[in-house]
């Protein structure tokens, strides 16, 4: 009896360690592993599984309170970054802005971007505001600021892994989520491989539902 | 270490921490003198156990029933931060001196309807959620009454701590706690060689209850051996390399031969907060008044 359960609760250990990042794998050097294969965005929504159910009034780069909720109605396009990070985070935010530049004029006023960062001491909503004049980003966009609490929550919800580091950085997942109009993450697309055409093709499916 | 080493390691391990009734670890076999206590805490090289006065200089602060100041201390992340080894100072916390069980856990599901099975919110817990319970008010096995509750999201352990006034134990306070030796380890024994002799051994059928395990020189329970515990940030934790993380070559770990240690932190690498584990439970900690 004993083995039997044993070897179940392996099987179902295994199972869940495998469910969606197999972390355990070896990692290629091209890994596309966070692209979700059940994209189904023509099923039915489930507001159980809406990341906007996390409550909490967080600042954008206008200095205005906002619930997540708020970013309801419209396919939102997501990442965390700090604006000091001299590496990954330009690269996600052109990532981003290649997605926005792709989108078919129809949908362009159906989509926004988020990015919500880390760094809760140094990106206040001055120091997004000047981000996102530096890096040109227009009404599309919403840069948040958070508490260090919300902060931590939402990368859970979205499965973003980040750690701040001695030199006052932080090392993070590099993802890009997609959120469908009620707030349920539909894909991840992980690692710094552009890859605006899967955005592009999911964005439609999902504007169009 | 190889990732492949790891999966290797989670095949060959049984993944539910599996308990044993090892004999030299009984809790008749703890109760040493205190004099003989010291002698042990000074033999105690990870994590700098600091309880070496008799008078006890923290007795003063108030006291938490069920609860265990952990004496402030200097702690080896196992983790580098930018790719160099920097010990970190732990301040003194408090902790609960065993893990959360059934019983406790019904309390609070009985006091918050929005955390029972039925209705909890599917982004902060998934369907295995509390799987093992025979209905939402339930436990069913009796036997497990006193056990660990697992089967709990983070987010569902993080609400129960905010309920009791509580927080979850961060990263670091949970592994400087864990890190201290058995009441009754022989100096020069090695943790890291005592819980894998722990994974040896098969899991049991039915989670054996809380304090069943061993009581480690801080005075907490069950820190390694009964099951695996949510900690605050669990999702700090990065061994992946490549291009998925900002700040390259931030991947390291400063004991490179601590496999029980690899064992937890790719397992935390694993899982999300919304994740029900059969072997996943936690315990609450909280600030110094």
């Known amino acids: 009896m004993k083995t039997i359960i044993a070897t179940c609760s392996l099987i179902f250990l295994i199972g869940v360690s495998c469910r969606r990042k197999p972390s355990m794998d070896p990692v290629s050097c091209c890994p596309k592993v966070g692209i979700s294969s059940d994209i189904s965005p023509a099923g039915p929504l489930d507001a159980r599984t809406s990341i906007y159910q996390l409550p909490g009034l967080w600042t954008d780069q206008h200095d205005r309170s906002l619930e997540l909720s708020r970013l309801k109605g419209k396919v939102q396009v997501m990442a965390m970054i700090f604006t000091h990070c001299g590496y990954a985070c330009p690269r996600i935010v052109q990532d981003m802005k290649a997605i926005q530049d792709s989108l078919p004029d129809a949908e362009k006023n159906n989509v926004g971007f988020v990015l919500v960062s880390f760094d809760t001491q140094r990106d206040d909503p001055a120091q997004l505001q000047r981000f996102a004049e530096q890096q040109a980003l227009d009404g599309h966009w919403i840069l948040l600021h958070g508490s260090s609490r919300q902060v931590r929550e939402l990368s859970m919800l979205l499965d973003i892994k980040y750690r701040q580091t001695g030199d006052n950085g932080f090392t993070h997942s590099n993802s890009i989520l997609i959120l469908d109009n009620q707030g349920t993450v539909r894909t991840s697309l992980d690692g710094l491989e552009p890859q605006t055409g899967t955005a592009i093709d999911l964005i439609h499916r999902l504007t169009a539902g | ?289």
């Open chain 2, 1 to 289: 270490m190889k990732p492949a080493l790891i999966s290797l390691m989670f095949l060959l391990l049984p993944p539910t921490t599996p308990w044993t009734q090892n004999r030299s670890l009984s809790p008749s076999a703890q109760n040493g003198s205190p004099n003989r206590l010291n002698a042990q805490n000074r033999s105690l090289n990870r994590p700098t156990a600091q309880n070496r006065s008799p008078h006890r200089p923290w007795a003063s602060k108030q006291d938490h029933p069920g609860m265990i100041l952990i004496p402030g201390g200097v702690f080896q992340p196992f983790l580098l931060a930018s790719g160099r080894k920097q010990k970190e100072h732990i301040p003194s916390f408090f902790l609960d001196e065993h893990a959360v069980t059934n019983a406790d856990f019904l309390e609070f599901v009985r006091a918050n309807p929005r955390w029972r099975r039925s209705k909890v919110a599917r982004v902060f817990a998934d369907s295995h959620y509390l799987a093992q319970w025979s209905g939402d008010l339930d436990i069913g096995n009796g036997q497990i009454r006193n056990s660990p509750v697992t089967d709990i999201s983070w987010f569902a352990a993080d609400a129960y701590c905010r309920w009791k006034g509580k927080r979850l134990p961060t990263l670091a306070e949970w592994e400087y706690a864990a890190g201290a030796l058995p009441l009754n380890a022989k100096r020069g024994q090695n943790l890291s060689r005592i819980i894998l002799s722990w994974y040896d051994h098969p899991a049991p059928a039915i989670l054996p209850p809380v304090e069943s395990t061993y009581k480690n020189k801080f005075g907490v329970w069950d820190m390694h051996g009964l099951i695996w515990e949510w900690v605050d940030d669990f999702n700090s934790v990065m061994l992946k390399g490549g291009n998925f993380y900002c700040a390259a070559g931030s991947a390291g770990t400063a004991d490179k031969e601590d496999y029980a240690a690899y064992m937890r932190y790719a397992f935390r690498e694993s899982i999300q907060a919304n994740y029900a584990v059969r072997s996943l439970g936690f315990r609450c900690a909280r600030d110094i008044d």
